[in-house]
T-cell receptor, first 113, second 112 residues
């Protein structure tokens, strides 16, 4: 276990649903990230939070909405997704941004039908 | 923009041999470069970080090199074992930005 927990592990949702992904870390890290991993593509950074402030939004569509209520929790709210949004969504944390290793959760396998 | 290329999508190596994976980048040299291991259905796990002023880093059977002239990092696993079979990801920082970017990864199969 890396110390980063993601729930749920699997999610199937319709295109009109609203759902949320949750990420939790108790490593004392200040930076948290959302990544998307699709088949045959590199990990794509979606959002970065540093000390609860969003410092990066990598041109992500507004149907994905992140929330970081405190430095231990990160959410990704999903609304009116498309089938092409089906992917593995990974949360990661690190002590800070910069030259430090990232600790990843197990991911949420999302299927949009 | 910076691009990362990892040598091949899949690599088969005989058990006991040294596996060598390649990571090339196209533009500026990053301040540091990282290697991760990812097993199916799981998140990546950090292995090694090497800084631009370091030529080589070792950890047990793993060795990473960083050549800023060639814009390349090599990742070696010596005395490879079937348990080393996984996807290995190269990642580097984006200068002046709060993020790192990943390559597509190389799927390594160690054949018994």
């Amino acid at each position: 276990e890396t110390g980063v927990t993601q729930t749920p592990r699997h999610l199937v949702m319709g295109m009109t649903n609203k759902k949320s992904l949750k990420c939790e870390q108790h490593l004392g890290h200040n930076a948290m990230y959302w990544y998307k991993q699709s088949a045959k593509k590199p990990l794509e950074l979606m959002f970065v939070y540093n000390f609860k402030e969003q410092t990066e939004n990598n041109s992500v569509p507004s149907r994905f909405s992140p929330e970081c209520p405190n430095s231990s929790h990160l959410f990704l709210h999903l609304h009116t997704l498309q089938p092409e949004d089906s992917a593995l969504y990974l949360c990661a944390s690190s002590p800070g941004t910069g030259a430090t290793e990232a600790f990843f959760g197990q991911g949420t396998r999302l299927t949009v039908v | 923009s910076q691009k990362i290329e990892q040598n091949s999508e899949a690599l088969n190596i005989q058990e006991g041999k040294t596996a060598t994976l390649t990571c090339n980048y196209t533009n500026y040299s990053p301040a540091y470069l990282q290697w991760y291991r990812q097993d199916p259905g799981r998140g990546p796990v950090f292995l090694l970080l090497i800084r631009e002023n370091e030529k080589e880093k070792r950890k047990e059977r793993l060795k990473v090199t960083f050549d800023t002239t060639l814009k390349q990092s090599l990742f070696h696993i010596t005395a490879s074992q079937p348990a080393d079979s996984a996807t290995y990801l190269c990642a580097l920082d984006v200068v002046g930005d709060d993020k790192i970017i990943f390559g597509k990864g190389t799927r390594l199969h160690i054949l018994p």
